[in-house]
């Protein structure tokens, strides 16, 4: 133990819904927390998504609530659009140093009033709405954006790429716009820090047979959660990438990646078979007289009320089920010619779709094996985090004082990141209560020798 | 006229010899315009014709093995024009760089001390790579402008991946490359690596004419006037499949199926007379007409 007192303060690194749920819950125990976030806004992956199995909830509209309890909470601090750049010291006393990049806006200035965004004249591609939509080169990732302040991407910005415009700058009511601004690094102290750096897709670019990504009609299953979402680029309506025509035939490819030693990871990423179900319902919802068809090499719906969807989406929407792989994916005209086999009939199958759907495997979030190598903490051969045993300590790591929760740990859904998410919140705050009463302790010993 | 020549051991199998003399003739005249001396092993037996796939059957190695200790002697690389010879060799030089056991066993059966120290090349890629399709554009005489070709690549050269492979095995690229830089139009389409049908022929004429089928009307329908290929038994099931084809597919018309060899021997101004055209079920010289003459 160090000569100073521990500080009760906790650091999370990952905004999404487990890093959201765990700032909670040990900010309402009445602890303060700094939670970083690379990206301008928090929310995570989950602010991407259009409904959540298997109650088909909408994901925005359970998200919000915490993403504005989160913004509003008085003992959290968020920094976001900031990446941890170097962790010191150790549990008890982490000083970490976290850089913060340039957003070209003076957030505390900024009202979010959103009129920089609307006069910007540059659009580009959106990763937020991957690729299907575009966005202003000042931006917000949505309109519920937490917190509501935009960011300037330097890259494509008119100004900065040698024009004159200063659009941005003449139209702020506030004069929150700051095209010098630079970035800087601050400094944290935590007593304690919680991973919980998420998941990224397995990139459609390593997918050979499937056409490494360069299909317009071919695309991963976050992208058609944005083409579901109402807030997404097509504002919920199913739309075929190449031509915006409603697709008719729609097939999904579950395992596209996933275990598949060989061509992608060995393991199976947990999730899938559960999304395309409520992917191929949904679509069915979307278009009535459309037809989906879903191959799977087995369909794992484990979990509470899970079976009873994937059979209500067979069922109820007709969904046909193939047993089987997809053996190759290309453009045959203005189709998408999809090559697979039944292996309950034993036959080939071959569909001409209107759009294909990749469930491609979860890996972890962008940054979570440097942050691993720079906490010192273990990681499996996929880079996800690795427990201090995986059995009975499963949000501990193998540093103490650092926990983690969520998809960087292993594929995951939602409510299972939230109840892990839980988890670490409770480790942090039972080593913040052994502090309290060692420190009470101490106070006591003192008070008896005066 | 080419100062920087190139020379390099070649290994041409016994089909080069026999069906496929066609692809050795224009491939050595061609290699020569190109500056490359291709210098035949002096003595050299047949690859095997076959990987054999169970891990103990070393004895079937012992006759690709024997091949490559010939190439080392009289070098560091070998070409093969052959894909079936490359894939065999490629794989045999491979186990005895990395599988000890097989190594000195096949050591000690054919006499040498070979450690596998040898690149084995497809020809292809001795083009790509050490001539470099820039340098063959800049030697073209005769481009092929207008001619609509699909390349053609079966698996010998794309799969296994991790043995053979010199391209990208769900989308190979070198013979579009190729193709380009002699001034054809390479089509796109999604069958360049789907099976020929092999040796499914001897067990089942319907099920190859139907694979064959599938390969040249996916060509066809993207455009192509021939097919281009590296490979001599995909070059024989996909030219001598159309008869069958057409009694079994009313209105097929037939497209002619050429080795890359050949076209790149007339985009190079050679003459062609002994490029072996009568071997063809489907004549290419009435295509071959569309280009413009040197």
Known sequence: ???????????????????????????????????????????????????????????????????????????????????????????????????????????????????????????????????????????????????????????????????????????????????????????????????????????????????????????????????????????????????????????????????????????????????????????????????????????????????????????????????????????????????????????????????????????????????????????????????FDASMQPVETLRAGVFMAGACVGPKDIPETVAQASGAAAKVLSTFARWGKVAEGEAAARAEDL | METSQLRIPYFPGCTLNTTAKGFDTSLRASAQALGVELVELPEWNCCGATFPLLADNILDLAGPASVLVAAREMGERLAVACTTCYNVLRRTNLAIQTDEDKRQKLNLFIEAQYEGDLQVLDFLQVLRDEVGFEKVARTVKRPLTGLKAAAYYGCMVLRPASEVAYDDPENPRALDDLLMALGAEPIEYAHKGECCGSYLAVVSAQAAAEMTYSILSSAQKNGAQLIATNCPLCQFNLDSQQAEIGRRHTGYQTIPVLYFSQLLGIALGLDADDFDWEKHSVDPRPVLELVEPR
């Open chain 1, 1 to 387: 133990m160090q000569d100073k007192e521990p500080i009760t303060r906790a650091l999370i690194i990952g905004a999404g819904i487990a890093g959201m749920q765990a700032a909670l819950d040990i900010a309402n125990s009445g602890y303060e927390v700094v939670l970083v976030d690379k990206l301008p806004s928090i929310g995570g992956r989950m602010a991407q998504l259009s409904e959540t199995f298997p109650t088909l909830d909408c994901a925005q509209c359970i998200l919000t609530p915490r993403t504005v309890e989160v913004g509003h909470h008085d003992r959290i601090k968020l920094v976001t659009y900031s990446e941890v750049e170097e962790v010191a010291g150790q549990v008890g006393d982490f000083r970490v140093r976290i850089r913060r990049h340039p957003a070209y806006v003076n957030w505390d200035a900024c009202t979010g009033c959103g009129l920089c965004q609307e006069k910007c004249p540059k659009r580009v591609v959106s990763d937020f709405e991957r690729g299907l939509g575009r966005r202003k080169a000042i931006y917000t990732l949505s309109p519920q954006a937490v917190p509501n302040r935009p960011v300037l991407d330097r890259e494509s910005c008119l100004h900065f790429q040698g024009d004159r415009c200063r659009v941005c700058e003449k139209v702020c009511p506030v004069g929150a716009i700051d095209l010098e601004q630079e970035g800087n690094t601050i400094e944290e102290r935590a007593g304690c820090i919680v991973m919980a750096t998420g998941y990224d897709l397995y990139s459609m670019d390593r997918l050979g047979e499937y056409g490494h990504g360069d299909l317009a009609n071919v695309i991963d299953g976050l992208a058609f959660e944005r083409m579901l979402s109402a807030s997404g680029p097509t504002a919920g309506k199913i739309l075929r990438p190449s031509d915006g025509a409603e697709p008719k035939e729609v097939v999904f490819v579950q395992c596209a990646g996933s275990r598949d030693p060989e061509l992608g990871v060995p393991y199976c990423s947990k999730i899938c078979c559960m999304s395309t179900a409520k992917h191929a319902m949904l679509y069915k919802h979307r278009v009535p007289d459309g037809q989906a068809y879903v191959f799977y090499i087995d369909v794992r719906s484990a979990g509470k009320h899970y079976e009873e969807f994937v059979v209500r989406t067979v069922e109820e929407n007709r969904t046909i089920y193939l047993r089987g792989k997809v053996s190759r994916v290309f453009e045959e005209g203005d189709k998408v010619a999809v090559w697979g086999v039944d292996t309950l009939s034993d036959r080939q199958v071959e569909i001409s779709a209107d759009l294909v759907v990749l469930a491609t495997p979860m890996i972890p979030g962008g940054g979570t094996v440097q942050l691993a190598k720079m906490l010192g903490l273990h990681a499996d051969e996929a880079g996800f985090l690795s427990e």
